[in-house]
């Protein structure tokens, strides 16, 4: 059994933010795999799919974001899976411009509440990650910092949609590898660089 969570916050108002990047990675995921994540589960929005042979519960936690770590620990222990190698969080990164991914096997919040949510239930940063970039374009970055929760918080126009789409269909594709060979193949597939030191 494989768990992948998108976090986000429920309700309409919220869909396309960029805080709900994970959310709508679920989503994606779901569409290629023609499911529903309509299943109440662990204070949980559920969804199951096979991918690369196994398993895999898709999950968007009904908690808003804050309180994510609340039902990511119910999963995990609904499903006993050891959260270090067979759990996948997504979620936004305001510090990776909009279009780019990381994939980590550990780590810090890194100011993200949902993050930091989850990390206090399992105990530790050790759970995989994969950070979805909504960081805004240079022009804009900074009065973007400034204004952080409103920011994030905000429905993203039609050009910054254009650019979240593609990502995300880089997102499926590393979330398939990382449940078909694992975390590590994942990051040296996905976390490249290119001369310039821009993210492919």
Not at 132 to 137: A, T
Request: hydrophobic share 40%.
């Amino acid at each position: 059994m494989f768990l992948v969570v998108g976090l986000g916050n429920p309700g309409i108002e919220y869909q396309f933010t960029p805080h709900n990047a994970g959310f709508l990675a679920i989503d994606r995921i779901a569409g290629e795999y023609s499911v529903a994540v309509a299943n109440r589960r662990c204070r949980a929005l559920t969804g199951k799919v096979r991918m690369a042979g196994r398993e895999v519960i898709l999950a968007k936690p009904e908690t808003f974001m804050n309180l994510s770590g609340v039902s990511v620990g119910a999963l995990v222990d609904e499903f006993d899976v050891d959260s270090s190698r067979n759990l996948l969080v997504m979620y936004d990164e305001l510090d990776l411009p909009l279009g780019a991914l990381r994939v980590k096997q550990r780590g810090s919040p890194a100011g993200h509440n949902g993050a930091r949510s989850v990390s206090s239930v399992l105990g530790g940063g050790d759970w995989p990650r994969i950070r979805i970039g909504v960081g805004p374009e240079e022009g804009v970055r900074e009065d973007a910092f400034r204004r952080g929760k409103d920011y994030l918080l905000t429905p993203m126009s039609k050009r910054d949609l254009a650019a979240l789409d593609s990502v995300l269909d880089r997102t499926v594709q590393a979330v398939r590898l990382v449940v078909e060979q694992g975390v590590s193949v994942a990051m040296n597939e996905f976390n490249r660089r290119d001369q310039n030191g821009q993210v492919e």
